[in-house]
């Protein structure tokens, strides 16, 4: 079983940055693609970024240029590197494996004021 827990979420200023990890346990990491997704309040969760087992990348258009998601296999991690945050942004940030049907867990909280 992959359990993963998400940290790094806080509250930023419109224009800050935050750096999002997401720590997995319990399986073999590098056999999987992830993803890092986020809900905002009345808001559908949305897939915001992915990276395959090869490392290729994929953004929904609303981060592109702004956000970078990568991984280090090593210590089973995958990163979420979000850079001139935007209230819009505000959302509850999970990370989950990509094309799984699978439980959700807390997530991480980030809040960008204005």
């Known amino acids: 079983q992959v359990q993963l827990v998400e940290s790094g979420g806080g509250l930023v200023q419109a224009g800050g940055s935050l750096r999002l990890s997401c720590a997995a346990s319990?399986?073999?990491?590098?056999?999987?693609?992830m993803g890092w997704y986020r809900q905002a309040p009345g808001k559908q969760r949305e897939l915001v970024a992915s990276i395959s087992t090869s490392s290729t990348k994929n953004y929904a258009d609303s981060v592109k240029g702004r956000f970078t998601i990568s991984r280090d296999n090593a210590k089973k991690t995958v990163y979420l590197q979000m850079n001139s945050l935007k209230p819009e942004d505000t959302a509850v940030y999970y990370c989950n494996l990509l094309r799984r049907s699978r439980p959700w867990g807390q997530g991480t909280q980030v809040t960008v004021s204005s």
């Open positions: 319990g399986s073999i990491f590098s056999f999987y693609d």
